[in-house]
């Protein structure tokens, strides 16, 4: 089962619009992971938060974490036409050494 | 720096022969990975190397499946027999440690008739 699950699934949205994703987790978590997805190409790192962290930014990228919650949120501003992606969260399973990654939003951002 | 090396990038093959996948990590990075990502589906970990040792193959096909990591650099992943549902990318990366940042290469597209 998978411990991430991205919402929604795919979003479409206007270039400059501000993107909202959105990952629930089940167990608690040592860190979480935001990771990019270009059509064909390997994933790339994006953010890093840990547990005791309840905001990061990176750029035009904003994380946040509710561990309370299980959740956590991406924020791209003011999208570009190169941000077009799958964006995947991932975690560690109560501790463990690996990282589960979700499914995936797949965003579109529109010319 | 150079990032993690992948061959081939591309393998079209029929059921039931045997393919093998090479990974070249990021030079000190301990921990290596190999992934199955399924069109429209996000990473499965296959197996996680610390050094050259196993760390987790949990969902390891072992039937068909094997890896190895040699010297605790470069590693091999080999699937014999393949099935039509080992269609997919394999993702190979590596991390300095486990839980930490992983970086991946650009993956093999297997594709089995």
């Known amino acids: 089962s998978q411990q991430g699950e991205e919402d929604p699934q795919a979003l479409s949205i206007q270039e400059g619009e501000n993107a909202t994703m959105n990952c629930s987790y089940k167990t608690s978590i040592n860190n979480l992971q935001w990771y990019r997805q270009n059509s064909g190409r390997g994933l790339v790192h994006l953010i890093l938060?840990?547990?005791?962290?309840r905001e990061k930014h990176s750029g035009r990228l904003r994380v946040t974490l509710d561990t309370s919650k299980k959740s956590s949120s991406l924020l791209i501003t003011a999208s570009r036409a190169a941000d077009t992606a799958s964006y995947f969260c991932a975690t560690d399973v109560g501790g463990a050494q690996k990282l589960v990654f979700g499914q995936g939003t797949r965003l579109t951002i529109n010319p | 720096e150079a990032g993690v090396a992948q061959s081939p990038r591309y393998k079209i093959i029929e059921k039931r022969q045997s393919v093998a996948f090479w990974c070249n990590p990021i030079s000190g990075h301990a921990t290596l990975y190999w992934y199955q990502q399924i069109l429209g589906q996000g990473p499965k970990l296959l197996i996680q190397?610390?050094?050259?040792?196993?760390?987790?193959d949990s969902q390891l096909p072992k039937d068909r499946f094997s890896a190895e990591r040699l010297k605790g650099v470069d590693s091999t992943l080999k699937i014999q027999p393949a099935k039509l549902e080992d269609s997919a990318v394999y993702l190979c990366?590596?991390?300095?440690?486990?839980?930490?940042?992983?970086?991946f290469g650009p993956g093999t597209r297997l594709l089995v008739l």
């Open positions: 990366a590596s991390s300095l440690e486990a839980q930490e940042t992983q970086y």
């Open positions: 938060i840990r547990s005791n962290e």
């Open positions: 190397f610390q050094n050259n040792g196993v760390v987790d």
